[in-house]
C-alpha cells in the first residue's frame, strides 16, 4: 500500500508531495498531472521488474527530454522518484522506500547514450513519522511497523539493497535478505501499472489460465470471472446489479472443445446476453468490480481517467463499491501475514460531477491537482509545474494554499459550471 509519493524533476514535476490514503482520487483538469502521477509509478515499476527501459533516440517517448521537467531554458540534470509504502510481510507490516534518481548527462558519452541511474529500496528507519500523523494511521499500527521492521532486519540482516544496475530477479541477489526485501518489492510494484481497459480486449473469450489475475486491459476477464464466479463467497454480482440495474446475473462458460472462457450477463429484456452484444459501459464496470474482488491482484488498483465509458450517474457509486474493497489501515497489522498485497484505489478523473457528488464523505482522500507557475532561483526562467491540495479542511499551522477547504470547493465547482449537490 502506497504511502507517500515525492517526485522532483519528472515531467511537471518539481518538489512534488502527496500522502496517499487506501482510496484516493485525484481530480483535475487535461494537463494537470494527473497521467504524469501514474506514469511516474509505472517508470518505478519498470525499472524494479525490468531495469530502467531503454531510450534509442532522441525522438522517443522515454528519451531524456521527454522525461525531465524542463521549460524553455531550463532542464533538469535529476530526476527523482521516491515511494513510501506498507508491505505484507512474514514479520508483519513492513515500511519499505524505493528511490530512483536518473541523471541526465549535458554530454552524452556516445550518440544515444542512457541517463545514469541510480537507485535503492530499504526497510524504512522510521526517523521520520509526519506521514503517519498526516494519514491517521492508528496507535497499534504505528507499533506494529516498528515491530516488522525491527523484526525484518533482525532476521534476514537486509535494510538496503542498491538498485542501480536494474533490480534483476529476487533469485539473482545476492544474500538471503536481499533476495526476500526484493521480493517483497516485485510483488508490490507489480500492481502499479495502469488499468486500460480496452473494449475489444473485454469482448474476447479467453485461453488464459482462470488462476491469473485480471490483465490491465482486462483481456482476461472471461477465464477471471470463472474463477470468481465460482467462488463461494463473493459480492460481484450483487455489485453488478446495483450499478447496472438492467443486469441480474452472470454466467461463466467454458468450450472444452477449444479450451475458452466466456460469459453471459442477464439482462433485463434482454435475456443472457454475450460480451460483443453488452454495453461498453456495462463490460467496463464488470472489469472494474472483478480487480476489486480478484483476491489475486491484491494491490493497487490504479485507474486513469475513471470516468471513460461510465454514465455520469453511475460514477460515484462505481467509486464507493471500488472503495469498499480496500484495506482500512486498523486492518493491516492482523492481515499483513495472511495477504500477498494490500488493496488500495488510486485513480484519475477530470469529472466536476464526481468532485460535487464526494466532498463530504471522502475528506483527504480527494486530491485537486492544478498547474502553478514556478519561477526558478537566480533565473528568470518560468516554468508550469502540478500541484497537490487535498480537500479537507486546513490544519492548524498550516499554509492556506496546501489544502482546498468545502466552501472554496463549493466556489471552485460554480466556477467550473458544475452544480453542487
Not at 502521477?37 to 525522438?59: E, H, I, K, M
Not at 532476521?155 to 533469485?171: H, I, Q, V
Not at 516485485?186 to 473494449?199: A, G, N, V
Not at 464526494?358 to 526562467?381: C, I, K, N, Y
Amino acid at each position: 500500500m502506497i504511502t507517500r509519493i515525492e517526485i522532483d524533476g519528472y515531467k511537471s514535476f518539481l518538489d512534488f508531495e502527496l500522502d496517499v490514503r487506501p482510496c484516493t482520487i485525484l481530480v483535475g483538469g487535461n494537463g494537470s498531472g494527473k497521467s504524469n502521477l501514474l506514469g511516474a509509478l509505472d517508470l518505478v515499476r519498470q525499472t524494479v521488474t525490468s531495469g530502467f527501459p531503454a531510450s534509442p533516440g532522441a525522438d522517443t517517448p522515454l528519451a531524456p527530454r521527454h522525461l525531465f521537467h524542463h521549460a524553455d531554458n531550463f532542464t533538469s540534470t535529476v530526476m527523482s522518484i521516491k515511494v513510501g509504502m506498507i508491505t505484507p510481510s512474514p514479520d508483519g507490516p513492513l515500511p519499505v522506500v524505493v528511490w530512483l534518481e536518473v541523471e541526465r548527462e549535458e554530454s552524452p558519452r556516445s550518440a544515444g547514450a542512457a541517463p545514469l541511474l541510480r537507485g535503492s529500496v530499504w526497510v524504512s528507519s522510521m526517523e521520520r513519522t509526519g506521514w503517519m500523523g498526516r494519514l491517521g494511521l492508528p496507535e497499534d499500527l504505528r507499533a506494529a511497523l516498528a515491530q516488522a521492521r525491527e523484526g525484518f532486519v533482525r532476521r534476514t540482516g537486509t535494510e538496503w539493497l542498491a538498485l542501480d544496475e536494474g533490480a534483476g530477479t529476487p533469485e539473482s541477489a545476492p544474500g538471503r535478505g536481499d533476495g526476500e526485501l526484493l521480493a517483497l518489492l516485485h510483488r508490490e510494484c507489480d500492481t502499479w501499472q495502469p488499468m486500460t481497459l480496452d473494449p475489444v480486449a473485454l469482448r474476447r473469450t479467453s485461453a488464459e489460465s482462470e488462476m491469473a489475475p485480471l490483465r490491465a486491459d482486462g483481456g482476461n476477464l472471461a477465464a477471471v470471472l470463472h474463477r470468481l464466479c465460482g467462488q463461494e463467497e463473493h459480492g460481484l454480482e450483487e455489485d453488478l446489479a446495483t450499478l447496472v440495474s438492467e443486469s441480474s446475473g452472470i454466467r461463466p462458460l467454458f468450450d472444452q472443445r477449444r479450451g475458452e472462457y466466456d460469459f453471459d450477463v442477464n439482462l433485463r429484456h434482454l435475456g443472457w446476453t454475450s460480451p460483443p452484444m453488452l454495453p461498453g459501459g456495462t463490460l467496463r464496470v464488470l472489469a472494474l468490480l472483478a480487480a476489486r474482488w480478484d483476491d489475486r491482484r491484491a494491490g493497487l488498483l490504479a485507474l486513469e481517467e475513471l470516468e471513460n465509458g461510465l454514465h455520469p450517474t453511475t460514477l460515484a457509486e462505481t467509486v464507493r463499491a471500488l472503495r469498499r474493497g480496500v484495506d482500512d489501515y486498523a486492518d493491516l497489522a492482523t492481515r499483513a501475514t495472511r495477504v500477498s498485497g494490500f488493496r488500495q484505489l488510486l485513480a484519475t478523473t477530470h469529472s466536476p460531477a464526481l468532485l460535487s457528488a464526494l466532498r463530504h464523505e471522502m475528506s483527504g482522500s480527494l486530491v485537486f491537482l492544478e498547474q502553478a507557475a514556478r519561477t526558478h532561483p537566480g533565473t528568470s526562467d518560468v516554468s508550469t509545474v502540478t500541484q497537490a491540495h487535498p480537500v479537507r479542511e486546513q490544519r492548524p499551522g498550516e499554509d492556506p494554499a496546501e489544502t482546498i477547504s468545502a466552501e472554496q470547493l463549493e466556489r471552485l465547482l460554480d466556477q467550473m459550471g458544475q452544480s453542487v449537490v
